[in-house]
């Protein structure tokens, strides 16, 4: 069985940081592009920022630019979304997803269409508040 499990959300102030994890079992993230995934309230879900399998391919949304970091660490099967300089607009639940299907395509694709993106977490609340 297949289980993304997202950590490391929480109330942080604007200005603060957070580093968001994703753990997988029963996947084996190497091969394949995963994403960061966030909905804000009374909004859609929107990509935040996608990796490709060995890292060397980034995409981020522009409201994320120069502030949101992913990586990745194939060796514990895990992806990390490193967000500093949060702002009350980044808050929200964030997903980490992946799937079989991404593969082949670009960071940007996956993140702009969820295509490929099959298995989802349950997401972690992160809430940017003073």
């Known amino acids: 069985q297949v289980q993304l499990v997202e950590s490391g959300g929480g109330l942080v102030q604007p200005g603060g940081s957070l580093r968001l994890s994703c753990a997988a079992s029963g996947f084996t993230l190497d091969d394949y592009y995963v994403g960061w995934f966030r909905q804000a309230p009374g909004k859609e879900r929107e990509g935040v920022s996608c990796i490709s399998s060995n890292g060397d391919s980034t995409y981020y949304a522009d409201s994320v630019k120069g502030r949101f970091t992913i990586s990745r660490d194939n060796a514990k099967n895990a992806v990390y979304l490193l967000m500093n300089s949060l702002k009350p607009e980044d808050t929200g639940v964030y997903y980490c997803?992946?799937?079989?299907?991404?593969?082949?395509?670009?960071?940007?694709?996956?993140?702009?269409?969820?295509?490929?993106?099959?298995?989802w977490g349950k997401g972690t609340l992160v809430t940017v508040s003073s």
């Open positions: 997803a992946t799937g079989y299907r991404s593969k082949y395509y670009s960071a940007t694709y996956y993140c702009s269409t969820e295509y490929g993106m099959d298995y």
